[in-house]
């Protein structure tokens, strides 16, 4: 059995990316990770090469900025890296540059991936998120975060990145997964507040429209982090990767978990999923079998 890394990944030092995180995260479970270096305005291309693994393959692509608006171009450079996965791969586990595997995972998805290799029913298999914001010690727990989403895929190319790659598609279909025991820490909202700041007005005008941008016109170079539904303070350990990055946190938000903001509905759905783990009315990338 042969596992594929791959990952996009442009002006990873300018917006302080966790890329090399990300990329050793799964290093340990993967047999070579493709990661395609997007034309930089910094030294992507050097910082990845410093890793030093020989299980990495860099290839080179320029970003169409035009495909910016709803992230279409994160799709279509996804794309592109899959494409140059290696033919006798069996699986192609895709991991975003601001996404971490914990090791203690690391098991459990090689497992996953041995149990379901000779199921041709199974095209991808679905990990749980934790989603931190602000800082390492809280995350979001409401339904605005997904809680699942594809990682794994068959090496079948006509698999394709979906909207904006959080998830995959064929032939116009959701791909029928399994859940495994495994879950993405996304450290994407977790910058000191001026870096925000200046990350989301980068990108507001191409991509996150006019909702930011209007919050953005609330601040003047830091980031409000205080408009948030509802967060839980992190019990767990970080991975062995993000020790280092953790510790040069040089930053402190103060955060009040008993406050929630949710309507009626919403919270009356919150309540259910804390209670039974069931998530109604969700939408699913996916199909589970």
Same mark, same amino acid.
């Given at each position: ?21 990300? +990329?050793?995260?799964? !290093?340990? &479970? ?8 997007? @034309? ?14 020989? %299980? ?10 035009? @495909?910016? $608006?709803?992230?279409?171009?994160? *799709? ?20 975003? /540059? ?8 690391? *098991?459990?998805?090689?497992?996953? /991936? ?7 029913? &199974? ?35 006509? +698999? ?15 791909? $029928? /997964? ?5 879950? &993405? ?9 001026? !870096? ?13 429209? %006019?909702?930011? @941008?209007?919050?953005? #016109? ?13 967060? #839980? ?14 510790? #040069? ?24 999923? %804390? ?15």
């Amino acid at each position: 059995m042969k596992i594929s890394g791959f990952t996009i990944i442009r002006n990873a030092i300018i917006n302080d990316y966790p890329a090399v995180e990300a +990329i050793c995260s799964i !290093l340990p &479970v993967v047999d070579e990770m493709v990661v395609a270096v997007g @034309k930089s305005d910094d030294d992507t291309e050097g910082l990845i090469r410093g890793i030093g693994s020989d %299980k990495i393959r860099i290839v080179h692509s320029e970003w169409d900025l035009s @495909k910016l $608006p709803g992230g279409h171009v994160m *799709a279509i450079e996804t794309n592109k890296a899959f494409q140059h996965v290696s033919a006798d791969a069996d699986w192609a586990f895709y991991i975003q /540059c601001d996404e971490v595997v914990h090791e203690k995972f690391h *098991a459990n998805i090689k497992t996953a /991936c041995e149990q379901n290799l000779n199921n041709p029913a &199974v095209f991808g298999l679905v990990f749980g998120y934790v989603h931190f914001y602000g800082t390492y010690d809280y995350y979001g727990d409401s339904r605005r975060w997904y809680n699942k989403e594809i990682r794994i895929i068959r090496n079948n190319k006509n +698999i394709y990145s979906f909207k904006d790659a959080q998830g995959f598609r064929m032939e116009g279909k959701r791909l $029928p /997964c399994k859940l495994i025991d495994a879950e &993405v820490y996304h450290y994407g909202w977790v910058k000191s507040p001026e !870096l925000m700041d200046r990350k989301l007005r980068q990108l507001s005008t191409n991509w996150m429209g %006019k909702a930011m @941008k209007e919050r953005l #016109e609330k601040t003047e170079g830091i980031f409000n982090y205080d408009e948030f539904d509802s967060l #839980e303070r992190f019990q767990g350990t970080h991975p062995v990767v993000m020790q280092q990055r953790i510790g #040069e946190k040089n930053w402190e938000i103060q955060v009040d978990v008993t406050r929630k903001r949710f309507t009626l509905k919403k919270w009356l759905l919150y309540q259910l999923e %804390k209670r039974t783990g069931i998530r109604p009315f969700t939408f699913r990338n996916y199909k589970l079998i």
